[in-house]
């Protein structure tokens, strides 16, 4: 089945750059998604990427996808102590059902 | 904003009893989901469901079951709570292919803590 890895913590500088990677094995994936989860809190959608891009910028968040390695990333720009949370990556192949990682602690040190 | 709704924060519940988790979305979607999220699980399906009455087991359904007669609402059971299933429990909702948008990206609740005791 598929399958969605990443690795579980991270530690970073306070305006460092942050980057987060996540492989995937479904080689149907369509859509690849970045969801946020800060304590207590449900998954908030970050951003999202198609399987024909290779790059996608929003602000301070990039995100890179190798589609022949299955793997992508987030960079998170100028970090901030408010980025501190629960990273998943998540793939889908177009139709509804999403499968997730485990997801990534940031942790960002003032 | 889309706006997914879980009735309760948290929850502390006995052995043997009997557990609803509500969940209300006001988007008119017709996909909504259970997930329950454990340390170093991830998130794992226990139930989905594409339309009214319909129902789907995801990976963990052992022990749950699920209701849901109205689009807006898809209820989670637990018909006698045990200390396993203490966990976060997530709900989401999404619109299906082909009718908003186009990345199907799930909205989530913020999440039910039940703790079984």
């Known amino acids: 089945g598929e399958d969605v890895e990443q690795s579980l913590f991270l530690s970073v500088r306070e305006g460092d750059s942050s980057v987060i990677n996540c492989t995937y094995t479904d080689s149907s994936s369509t859509y690849l998604y970045w969801y946020k989860q800060e304590p207590g809190a449900g998954l908030q959608l970050l951003t999202y990427i198609f399987s024909n891009m290779d790059m996608k910028q929003d602000q301070r968040l990039t995100v890179l996808l190798n589609k022949k390695d299955k793997h992508l990333s987030l960079r998170i720009a100028d970090t901030q102590t408010g980025d501190s949370a629960i990273y998943f990556c998540?793939?889908?192949?177009?139709?509804?059902?999403?499968?997730f990682g485990t997801g990534t602690k940031l942790q960002v040190i003032p | 904003d889309v706006k997914v709704t879980q009735s309760s924060r948290y929850l502390v519940k006995r052995t043997g009893e009997k557990v609803f988790l509500e969940c209300v979305q006001d988007?008119?979607?017709?996909?909504m989901f259970w997930y329950r999220q454990d340390p170093g699980l991830g998130l794992r399906l226990i139930y989905f469901?594409?339309?009214?009455?319909?129902?789907e087991k995801g990976d963990i359904p052992e022990g749950y079951s699920v209701s849901r007669e109205k689009k807006e609402r898809f209820s989670l059971i637990l018909e006698s709570a045990s200390t396993n299933q203490t966990s976060m429990y997530l709900c989401?909702?999404?619109?299906?292919?082909?009718?908003?948008?186009?990345?199907?990206?799930?909205?989530f609740g913020s999440g039910t803590r039940l703790t079984v005791v």
């Open positions: 989401a909702s999404s619109f299906p292919p082909g009718v908003q948008g186009v990345h199907y990206g799930y909205t």
């Open positions: 998540a793939e889908s192949p177009g139709y509804q059902k999403v499968t």
């Open positions: 469901s594409y339309d009214v009455k319909m129902k």
């Open positions: 988007m008119d979607h017709e996909n």
